[in-house]
């Protein structure tokens, strides 16, 4: 089981970028996603989870969604900020084993 | 609040042997489930293997099964990995992180050791 991200977004500050990440095979609702981002020299931290969850602390610019019929999860962050600039990485499980997507570097421009 | 500290940056060569840390605090150790995540220099996150401290339960990736050995001494509140044998592949930055449950979201990070395998 695999997941498949876009290697690289990148827009303006005050714009919107959506991330999207491909199930390579059963159904991408059979278990939860979530959403990580790592700066540079950080460790990952949640933005989404459990699909479309943000934890606290977590701005609502974040939000996460599933798309059935594309078999695929997606982050959209709206109204870019210099420091949404970060890789993004989209995690979920299978037969009870973690897949992480091989992540998104945001640019903002 | 909820902590995880791990030990310090190390230095190996190809063949020896290698044992991580990651201590939790804050929190009871038993009710978080501890992942490990290698991150390759300048690559992607990698979903390794995960325990419950609580009743020993793991489960491995398997691209890490037969390869490292995760382990938990719950008196102490400490989470391991480790390496019989490790090899220059073996370079990265090994994350510890804590979920509630074995499918969950990993709430909390450790601040991640690197480790450099080279002759």
């Known amino acids: 089981f695999m997941l498949t991200q876009p290697h690289s977004v990148s827009e303006s500050p005050g714009k919107t970028v959506t991330i999207s990440c491909t199930g390579s095979?059963?159904?991408?609702?059979?278990?939860?996603v979530q959403w990580y981002q790592q700066r540079p020299g950080s460790a990952p931290t949640a933005v989404i989870y459990?699909?479309?969850?943000?934890p606290s602390g977590v701005p609502d610019r974040f939000s996460g969604s599933i798309d059935i019929s594309s078999n695929s999860a997606s982050l959209t962050i709206t109204g870019l900020k210099t420091e949404d600039e970060a890789d993004y990485y989209c995690?979920?499980?299978?037969?009870?084993?973690?897949?992480f997507g091989g992540g998104t570097k945001v640019t903002v421009l | 609040e909820v902590q995880l500290v791990q030990s310090e940056a190390e230095v190996k060569k190809p063949g020896e042997s290698l044992k991580i840390s990651c201590k939790g605090s804050?929190?009871?150790?038993?009710?978080?489930?501890i992942g490990w995540v290698r991150q390759v220099p300048g690559k992607g996150l990698e979903w390794m293997g995960i325990?419950?401290?609580?009743?020993?339960?793991?489960r491995y990736s398997p691209s890490f099964q037969g390869q490292v050995t995760i382990s938990a001494d719950k008196s102490i509140t400490t989470a391991y990995l480790q390496w019989n044998s490790l090899r220059a592949s073996d370079t990265a930055i090994y994350y510890c992180?804590?979920?509630?449950?074995?499918?969950?979201?990993?709430?909390?990070w450790g601040q991640g050791i690197l480790v450099t395998v080279s002759s």
């Open positions: 992180a804590a979920t509630k449950w074995v499918r969950g979201v990993f709430d909390h």
């Open positions: 804050g929190y009871t150790f038993a009710t978080y489930w």
């Open positions: 325990i419950n401290p609580g009743d020993s339960d793991i």
């Open positions: 095979s059963g159904s991408i609702a059979s278990n939860y």
């Open positions: 459990e699909d479309n969850q943000r």
């Open positions: 995690q979920s499980y299978d037969t009870g084993i973690g897949v």
